[in-house]
């Protein structure tokens, strides 16, 4: 069972412890299913091993923190995860995996599957919740499928959770596509960092220009310390993950800012209480490593528990950190997901709770099982 967002969430103890690829519509086609979007539809693996033999940065203790709800179980795991709220109806918000066997999964913050889209096998999701589309706003999500050596497009009706392919503009990576994630987004138009599979980015920018397709813009390219599989960005900058070099922190235009030597298959960068971490799993360890995300110096290891009736992650995979609002007490400013290798479900934790717990070390009230 899931704990429903409706509860406040617990209070939290900070102390030490131990191809299948579906044909895409042209947008005028997309443009013909109903009306809002219906208007405008009437208008590797992630989890590869991770490189042996790497130097690990130690963190110096370990904290716990409870979990907040876990989502239903489904079949094909999650490879990768992304957040679209409703700034209309924050509790209608989505959370959306992209299952190792291919294709979308999108759960309601009920985690209840409303949606399982068939169709590629997605390595990296990023997120544009408000894109706007011939003067509508519409969520779009985009998924990096290394399979095809392609970046993928759909569209989300959110009535229904319906999924529409959308057709973006052939456009291939100067060395293939690993991997994805979403550098910024503005009025018609979002830039996505496309990741090579050689030590090598992309910046693309993707528009509506007026036509069948989506126009896809390659800005600039630069080269990585190592090949990564995985990434994030935070106003503005970059920051990869690679089984092999572990995490880098980059300018927008490609500079290293900073290198942490660490096992890393996937990252989230986040501010709690004002202090910005970056989050990392493994796929192997029981625990989630934070790190500064400036220096990229290890903090403490995250081990997160069972709540007062969800059980707590046993191996954490897929990561991703919301700082959008998602509806009543415990989301009202962002959740953290977190996809369970260990029982194959998403777990969610609220981003205050996180944050009490991680940085402001409040030891409020143990759980209702400690008497």
Known sequence: ??????????????????????GARSLAGAFTLGAGLLALAACADPAEDPGEGLPETAAENTLEVLVTAAFTGVDGGA??????????????????SAPREGGLDIFNLDGELQTRHAGARLT???????????????PLVFGASPDNDSVFGYAIVRDGARVLELPLQTTQGADGVAGLCLLREGPGFVELVVLGTGANAEVWRVRDAGEDVLSVQTLRSFPLPAPARQCDAFDGEIYTASPAGGLTRLSGDGAILAEAQTTATSLTVGE????????????????????DARSLAARE??????GLSTPGIGRPGAIEVSHADFGFTAYSNGMLAVFDIADQRVKVISRDAFARAVITGENAAAPAEAG
């Open 272 to 291: 709690f209480s004002g202090t910005r971490l970056v989050l990392a799993t493994d796929g192997n360890s029981e625990t989630v490593r934070s790190f």
């Open 301 to 306: 290891n995250i081990d997160v528990v069972d």
């Open 79 to 96: 490879g990768a995860l992304t957040f679209l709220p409703d700034a209309d109806a924050p509790s209608l918000g989505y959370v959306v």
């Open 1 to 22: 069972m899931f704990q429903s967002r409706r509860f406040d969430p617990v209070l939290q103890c900070a102390r030490r412890s131990r191809t299948h690829v579906r």
């Open 124 to 138: 990296g999701l990023a997120a544009a919740p408000g894109f706007e589309l011939r003067g509508e706003s519409l």
